[in-house]
């Protein structure tokens, strides 16, 4: 099966800068489409960006718009989330996932990563 792996997780101060990683093992027709959700404690799942490999089309929740931005590096087959101007309510376990049709509903994706959690103080 696919297996997705995020990285780059950690503590920041609001107001900075975090990159995460993600890398897939393999690429498939299942896994044309790759997102972004996360999950605050006791909160639902929240979709958060997705994006095409080629670039061809990104989406992002209106609460990161203008703020995180996703990116893709198809020769290690990479994705990435930049996250800018973090704020406290940003906290949560980030979570990769891969599928093959746009979407912000998790069910239709149907891979997912271990998570890494980001935490933003204020």
């Known amino acids: 099966q696919v297996q997705l792996v995020e990285s780059g997780g950690g503590l920041v101060q609001a107001g900075g800068s975090l990159r995460l990683a993600c890398t897939a093992s393999?690429?498939?027709?299942?896994?044309?489409?790759m997102a972004w959700f996360r999950q605050a404690p006791g909160r639902e799942r929240e979709f958060v960006a997705h994006m095409t490999w080629s670039g061809e089309h990104t989406d992002y929740a209106n609460s990161v718009k203008g703020r995180f931005t996703v990116s893709a590096d198809n020769a290690k087959n990479t994705i990435y989330l930049q996250m800018n101007t973090l704020k406290p309510e940003d906290t949560a376990v980030y979570y990769c996932a891969a599928g093959s049709t746009l979407s912000i509903r998790g069910d239709d994706y149907s891979y997912w990563g271990q998570g890494t959690p980001v935490t933003v103080s204020s």
């Open positions: 393999t690429r498939t027709w299942r896994t044309t489409l």
